[in-house]
């Protein structure tokens, strides 16, 4: 899956910071914007973790299914 990252280059310190689109509470910054993408990697999963560990505990004892939704 791709994911779009908006990205701020900070006017003091050069480093480069990072907030997914599609995952907003996925925040990272860099020195360099390959620094940056290599922890943008780190912050998306672990969000998509946490998301898919509340959904566990909201859901406990519940019968759950998945289904895979393709967005054109």
Same mark, same amino acid.
């Given at each position: 899956?791709?994911?779009?990252?908006?990205?701020? =280059? *900070? #006017?003091? %310190?050069?480093?480069?910071?990072?907030?997914?689109? @599609? &995952?907003?509470?996925?925040?990272?910054?860099?020195? $360099?914007?390959?620094?940056?993408?290599?922890?943008? =990697? *780190? #912050?998306? %999963?672990?969000?998509?973790?946490?998301?898919?560990? @509340? &959904?566990?505990?909201?859901?406990?004892?519940?019968? $759950?299914?998945?289904?895979?939704?393709?967005?054109?």
């Amino acid at each position: 899956m791709e994911y779009t990252i908006s990205i701020q =280059k *900070d #006017a003091k %310190s050069g480093w480069y910071c990072g907030q997914c689109v @599609q &995952l907003p509470a996925a925040i990272s910054q860099g020195e $360099t914007l390959n620094e940056l993408m290599e922890n943008m =990697k *780190d #912050a998306i %999963s672990l969000v998509l973790e946490y998301n898919k560990e @509340q &959904l566990k505990k909201n859901n406990k004892g519940e019968k $759950t299914f998945y289904r895979k939704l393709a967005m054109a």
